[in-house]
């Protein structure tokens, strides 16, 4: 598309820097400022790239709807191959149609007891006055619940918390400090980047090697490498090794950060978890059930609150492929576009005081009626392929957690952008058994 409106306004910036150094120190308030001064399109500039900002769901739906103008970039590509997470075009709906049924709303209400479980067997060993690394634990639980549901396969604890590690690091190549950076300048972020990507591989690859191949398993794993093993499938071997890495990193660290974030806020809000853990008790006997994960209303509303203000992707990045018009201002082609999340979520002009942490927001609303100002999963044709899976997985784990355990948390939530919404530093967690 072509159009003589404007290129859109930048911020104050620096001689030569630009930007570089406001949004590397404080990535969240520099959109938030820049919005607020220039406009919901504005232009960053870093080191003498432009960057550009999409903040208002309008706009962003735009951008998420037209896949043909805003693609992917290529940082997905250094992360996760030709996984799904990168590729687009026919490769993407080969791939999206290869996997879908593993995360279709029916297949997944299958999985709801062995979450259930493997949350159980997890914090059993949990004890009285203990003050849990649930940044950690989430991680951990999240995996074991991904190999053991989609691919088929159980971890010690020892190897989940290895693979987390390894998995967590990917996230690495995005941190604010070095993405601003050109890609050849050695950080010990990227350092970290290439090391976890390598045990990542490794893993994947052995685990399509050692249990991968038998044909009656009904696993997502199976069906990878059969398509691998047919010649008429379009799979090529590094194809297939790109899903499983893709897979292991998406398919458990988001859903892990939504479900820190979310545990963290009932255990600092006591009106909060007041009506949670009544709920729990009302609801649920015994080990929680698909039945019971159903009428969990206001456990629903705490996860939707957690992913409106801690979002575990807070920015989504694009690249325009042809000049396009939007907002009244025009990004060229081969310009990168990052549409942000975190503003919109917690923008006043979409959600009232959108900063404090109310699930009772969500009583009388459901998610759809804010359309694109609440995209915790992306939206459009390629919205999250797991979404009902991690929101399930949400219910689960909160859902057992609490009825064992009460929480206090204490100190607020500092995030740190990467790929996905980090915590700045550990997220502890006091437990006390509930009687």
């Not at 709303?105 to 060993?125: F, H, K, L, N």
């Not at 080990?287 to 019971?292: A, C, G, L, Y």
């Amino acid at each position: 598309m072509t159009g003589t409106n404007s290129i859109p306004p930048t911020p104050p910036g620096m001689p030569v820097l630009g930007h570089t150094t406001a949004f590397a120190s404080d990535p969240f308030g520099f959109v938030r400022q820049s919005v607020e001064s220039v406009g919901d399109v504005f232009r960053m500039q870093l080191l003498g790239t432009d960057v550009y900002f999409l903040a208002h769901p309008d706009h962003v739906e735009t951008a998420l709807l037209d896949r043909e103008t805003f693609t992917k970039p290529d940082d997905f590509t250094v992360a996760f191959g030709e996984a799904l997470l990168s590729v687009d075009g026919e490769q993407w709906r080969r791939q999206r149609h290869a996997m879908e049924d593993f995360f279709s709303p029916t297949r997944i209400q299958e999985y709801a007891e062995t979450m259930t479980g493997v949350t159980s067997a997890r914090i059993d060993s949990w004890e009285a006055s203990d003050t849990i690394r649930i940044d950690d634990e989430m991680r951990a639980i999240a995996l074991h619940n991904l190999f053991e549901v989609v691919l088929g396969q159980s971890l010690t604890d020892g190897e989940a918390d290895e693979l987390a590690a390894a998995a967590h690091a990917l996230n690495l190549w995005f941190k604010p400090t070095s993405w601003v950076l050109p890609d050849w300048v050695p950080t010990p972020a990227r350092y970290k980047f290439q090391r976890g990507a390598g045990e990542l591989r490794e893993h994947a690859r052995s685990l399509l090697a050692e249990h991968g191949d038998d044909p009656t398993h009904d696993s997502l794993l199976a069906t990878l490498a059969a398509l691998r093993a047919d010649p008429d499938s379009a799979f090529d071997r590094n194809e297939v090794l790109d899903q499983v890495v893709g897979m292991v990193f998406a398919g458990h660290e988001t859903t892990a950060l939504a479900m820190t974030y979310a545990l963290h806020q009932i255990g600092s809000h006591p009106a909060v978890a007041e009506r949670f853990y009544a709920e729990l008790d009302d609801v649920i006997d015994g080990q929680p059930t698909v039945s019971d994960l159903q009428n969990l209303e206001y456990l629903e509303q705490i996860i939707n609150e957690t992913l409106r203000l801690y979002p575990p992707v807070h920015a989504i990045p694009r690249v325009t492929t042809d000049r396009v018009e939007i907002g009244g201002h025009t990004i060229p082609d081969d310009a990168q576009v990052l549409l942000s999340v975190w503003n919109m979520h917690r923008d006043p002009r979409f959600y009232e005081t959108p900063l404090t942490f109310d699930p009772n927001r969500w009583e009388q609303v459901t998610p759809r009626a804010h359309g694109a100002a609440f995209v915790p999963f992306g939206a459009g044709p390629r919205i999250c392929i797991g979404r009902h899976f991690a929101r399930l997985e949400m219910k689960a784990v909160l859902a057992a957690i609490g009825k064992q355990y009460q929480l206090d948390a204490s100190g607020d939530l500092e995030v740190d952008p990467q790929m996905t919404s980090q915590p700045a530093g550990p997220v502890s967690i006091q437990i006390e058994p509930r009687a």
